[in-house]
C-alpha cells in the first residue's frame, strides 16, 4: 500500500478519500482518521450560508461563550434521566418556574419550583402540540353523550405547527382570514367561530408573518360576553413562541398573559428571543386545574417515580442549562436591555427603507424586533427580486406571500436578534439600497428570481 494510499503524505487534502472521495449515500468499508472526518464535514458545511446574515429566522444565532462551554460540557446528559441526573431536572424546574412567573401565573410559591406547571420541550413546536392536547382533553372532559367533532378558532397566519396539531389528533382547524391591511385575528372574527365543540381559541403574541400582536384581552372580553350571556366557555392559549420573551422587558404594562383570566395556558421558544440556541421550549399552564392528569405519564424504569409530559423522550438537557444560563446571567435588567436595543436597531432600520420610494413599511419593531414590508402595487419588481438581490452580498431576507385571503400580498421580513448591531443594520440598509437602484434599471420582466419558500 502506497503512502498516498495510507493518507500519510500530509494532514491536508492528499489522502485517498481527497482524490475519490467520501462515499455519501452509504457508510464507507474503512475507518479514517478522526481529523480527516472533521475537514471533509467542516469544508463542505462552508458552503452553508452564514446563520449570523440569516435574517430569515428568529432562531438565535449568537449566545456568550461561556454558555457555549456549558451546553458543549452537558451534551452527553439525557434530560429523560431525572434520577440519574437530579441536578439537570432541578434546574429544568428552575426554568419552568421562572418562565411562568415571567408570565404572571398565579398561586406561585416563590420557595417552591414544583408549584409551577409546565415542562421543558424540544421548542416550541412541540409545546404547541402539548397545549393543544390539554385542551382537547379538557374538552373531552365536558362531554355528555357522544361529542361532536371538536374544532380549533385560529387564524391563517398561524405557524404551519397548528395545522400539524389539528390534523395528526383530529380536531377540526378553523382559520380566520386576514384581508388587506389587518393581518391579525378580531374579537368579531372569533365570537362568529366559536360554538359548543370549539376546544380552545389560539391568539399571537408575535406572529410569524408580520411580528404583531393580536389582541388577547380584546378576545377574551369578547368570550367573557359570550360566556356571561349563557353561551360556550371557551379558554384562550397564546402562542407566544415569537413574542414571549419579548413582551414581558419591552411591553410589561401589556395584559396578554395570565394576567388575562380566560388564558390557560402559553408556548414559548427559548430558540428564538429566549436568547438560547435550538431547541428548546416550554409551555406553562395557569394552575394543574388545567392540565389533565390523565396526559401525565409516570415511570419508573430509569431510577425513579418520574412524571413526563412530552411528545419525545429522550433528548440533550444541554439547551435547558444554555436557557438557565441565561436566567440568571441576564436577569430581567438584561433581558429587557436586549430587548429595547433590538426594538431600537428595528425602528432605525424601518425609518430608513421607508425613504425609498418602493417600500411601504407593514411592522416597524415596535411591537417585537421584527420588521416587515411591501412594495408598492406600481412597483416594477418584486420582493423576490430583492430577496435575491440580498443573497449576492450574502443576507437571507425571506419574501414570502401572506396567508388567506391576502395571498396577493408579498412580504419581506428581518428579524432582529442578538448578534445583529446597528452597525450591521446600516450596513444591511446600503446593500438594500443598492439592490432597489440595481432593480430600476431593468425592465419589468427582468425579475432575479422566482417564488422562494417561505421561512421560518
Known sequence: ????????????????????????????????????AYRFIHDELMLDGNSRLNLATFVTTWMDPEAEKLMAETFDKNMIDKDEYPLTAAIEERCVAIVADLFNAPDLDPSDASSATGTSTI???????????????????????????????????????WEKFCRYFEVEPRYLPMEEGRYVIT???????????????????????????????????????VAADGGVDVPIHVDAASGGFVLPFLHPELEWDFRVPRVVSINVSGHKYGL?????????????????????????????????????????????????????????????????????????????????????????????????????????????????????????????????NVTNLAVLRVVVREGFSRDMARVLHQHLVQVIADLRKLNATGHLSEKQHFAH
Open 1 to 36: 500500500m502506497s503512502d498516498l494510499d495510507r493518507g500519510t503524505i500530509t494532514p491536508a487534502y492528499t489522502g485517498r478519500f481527497a482524490v475519490s472521495g467520501v462515499p455519501a449515500l452509504k457508510m464507507p468499508e474503512e475507518s479514517m482518521d478522526p481529523g480527516v
Open 123 to 161: 421548542g416550541s413546536s412541540e409545546a404547541v402540540m402539548l397545549g393543544g392536547l390539554a385542551l382537547k382533553w379538557l374538552w373531552k372532559a365536558k362531554q355528555s353523550g357522544t361529542p361532536g367533532t371538536p374544532n380549533l378558532i385560529m387564524g391563517s397566519n398561524v405557524q404551519v405547527v
Open 187 to 225: 374579537p368579531e372574527q372569533v365570537i362568529d367561530a366559536v360554538d359548543e365543540n370549539t376546544i380552545g381559541v389560539v391568539v399571537i403574541a408575535g406572529t410569524t408573518y408580520t411580528g404583531e400582536l393580536e389582541p388577547v384581552k380584546a378576545i377574551a372580553d369578547a368570550l367573557d360576553k
Open 276 to 404: 438560547t440556541y435550538p431547541g428548546v421550549g416550554f409551555v406553562v399552564w395557569r394552575n394543574k386545574e388545567w392540565l389533565p392528569e390523565d396526559l401525565v405519564f409516570r415511570v419508573n424504569y430509569l431510577g425513579g417515580d418520574m412524571p413526563t409530559f412530552t411528545l419525545n423522550f429522550s433528548r440533550p438537557g444541554n439547551q435547558v442549562i444554555g436557557q438557565y444560563y441565561n436566567f440568571i446571567r441576564l436577569g430581567r435588567q438584561g433581558y429587557t436591555d436586549i430587548m429595547k436595543s433590538l426594538s431600537a436597531t428595528g425602528q432605525w432600520f424601518a425609518g430608513q427603507i421607508a425613504e425609498e420610494d418602493e417600500i411601504e413599511i407593514i411592522t416597524d419593531g415596535s411591537a417585537i424586533p421584527v420588521v416587515t414590508f411591501r412594495l408598492h402595487e406600481s412597483c416594477e419588481f418584486t420582493a423576490f427580486d430583492i430577496s435575491h438581490g440580498l443573497r449576492a452580498y450574502g443576507w437571507q431576507v425571506p419574501a414570502y406571500t401572506m396567508p388567506d
